[in-house]
């Protein structure tokens, strides 16, 4: 009990820790859902992962949210601009499902939206038969993998051709988020393994699920919160840098990315 009254102190003084000195060039997002064993509900906990100029991912904000609403997403933003926090990113990644988008929309509107190619792929698998699945996940790698976007876009509109009009539903799946699917292309191919995914986020959380269900769950909503935070503020210790963090100074700049590689002037 001492040792969750100091993790819960903890915590609340690192929600409201300053930021005014802190630039983050992407973010990560998701929601994660916990069990709470002396309630029925499951808590979602909103999670917010940075990197910054030095190239080094930093835990953001760890948030306990109703699902995974604008109205949750809403208000993690604000309370990071609250603390100072007055750049926004220039890049945000996560799942096509958060209302993180919307809250996003209204208070970062400059900020581009790459939806995580993990998930996309999961859903659009989900909506064919399990014997066409394998072929459809191959061509999916060849879309997001492809070394330039007019590669990808080539292989986006064969997945068309194939699976349209026989299965509509997994084609409308990935044609509906064409327009988020592929804006890691402006910026460093350096960056494109940590842009694609939310993996940064998911590959932090797996480790933090199995411990939460070691311990059969927490009792709590805020026993939850903090120890997810406990959990993830060690895993924080072990998070690599990004590749070709030297390119982050000119993406913060402005500078422009074609396929990759800086525009080259007229």
């Known amino acids: 009990?001492?040792?969750?009254?100091?993790?819960?102190?903890?915590?609340?003084?690192?929600?409201?820790?300053?930021?005014?000195?802190?630039?983050?060039?992407?973010?990560?997002?998701?929601?994660?859902?916990?069990?709470?064993?002396?309630?029925?509900?499951?808590?979602?906990?909103?999670?917010?992962?940075?990197?910054?100029?030095?190239?080094?991912?930093?835990?953001?904000?760890?948030?306990?949210?109703?699902?995974?609403?604008?109205?949750?997403?809403?208000?993690?933003?604000?309370?990071?601009?609250?603390?100072?926090?007055?750049?926004?990113?220039?890049?945000?990644?996560?799942?096509?499902?958060?209302?993180?988008?919307?809250?996003?929309?209204?208070?970062?509107?400059?900020?581009?939206?790459?939806?995580?190619?993990?998930?996309?792929?999961?859903?659009?698998?989900d909506k064919l038969p399990k014997s066409v699945q394998p072929s459809a996940k191959e061509l999916i790698h060849e879309i997001y993998l492809a070394p330039t976007q007019k590669k990808a876009f080539e292989a986006f509109h064969e997945f068309q051709a194939r699976y349209e009009a026989k299965y509509p539903k997994s084609w409308e799946c990935l044609e509906k988020d064409e327009a988020q699917l592929f804006s890691f292309y402006d910026f460093p191919a350096e960056h494109w393994r940590h842009l694609r995914t939310t993996n940064p986020i998911e590959s932090t959380f797996a480790t933090v699920r199995l411990r939460t269900c070691r311990t059969k769950g927490c009792g709590s909503r805020i026993a939850t919160l903090t120890m997810v935070f406990k959990l993830a503020r060690e895993a924080e210790k072990r998070w690599r840098r990004l590749n070709g963090r030297l390119l982050i100074l000119d993406v913060l700049n402005g500078t422009e990315f074609v396929d990759g590689e800086k525009k080259k002037a007229a």
């Open 1 to 125: 009990m001492r040792l969750k009254e100091g993790w819960e102190q903890e915590y609340r003084e690192w929600q409201q820790r300053d930021l005014s000195e802190k630039d983050y060039v992407y973010i990560w997002v998701d929601g994660v859902y916990f069990n709470v064993r002396l309630s029925s509900d499951r808590p979602c906990i909103l999670v917010v992962m940075g990197a910054t100029a030095q190239g080094t991912k930093e835990l953001l904000a760890v948030h306990d949210g109703e699902r995974e609403s604008e109205l949750s997403w809403t208000e993690v933003i604000r309370q990071l601009q609250r603390r100072g926090l007055s750049m926004a990113p220039k890049l945000a990644v996560g799942d096509g499902a958060l209302g993180f988008w919307k809250a996003l929309e209204k208070l970062w509107p400059g900020t581009r939206q790459q939806r995580c190619w993990v998930h996309k792929t999961a859903n659009v698998l």
